[in-house]
């Protein structure tokens, strides 16, 4: 059974950064893991991924330059750098991964930027 728990979520003020960390287990066909965010009344919104056979990270229009999506040093766990943070980045934020072409989904952290 394949189980996604993401952490790292806080409360920063604009221009300060945030590290995000997502951990997988009982995935053995994992295609892509990544991050989605979601703000109060908007639809779920990409942030990055990354795709297991070529390491190819790609990012959300919102997030580019700012975010960077990286392997941590433990097997299927990533790590999103959040810097430059802005008040529009305040979201849940979730962690998914594609496993044999199944989507699972952590239980998301908070990151709210406010002065």
């Known amino acids: 059974q394949v189980k996604v728990v993401d952490s790292g979520g806080g409360l920063v003020q604009p221009g300060e950064s945030l590290r995000l960390s997502c951990t997988v287990s009982?995935?053995?066909?994992?295609?892509?893991m990544g991050w989605h965010r979601q703000a109060p009344g908007k639809e779920r919104e990409f942030v990055a991924n990354i795709r297991s056979s070529t390491d190819f990270v790609a990012y959300g229009e919102s997030v580019r330059g700012r975010f960077t999506l990286s392997r941590g040093n433990v097997k299927n766990t990533i790590t999103l750098q959040m810097n430059s943070l802005k008040t529009e980045d305040t979201a849940v934020y979730y962690c998914?991964?594609?496993?044999?072409?199944?989507?699972?989904w952590g239980q998301g952290t908070q990151v709210t930027v406010s002065s």
């Open positions: 998914n991964v594609n496993n044999d072409d199944k989507d699972y």
């Open positions: 009982g995935g053995t066909k994992i295609i892509n």
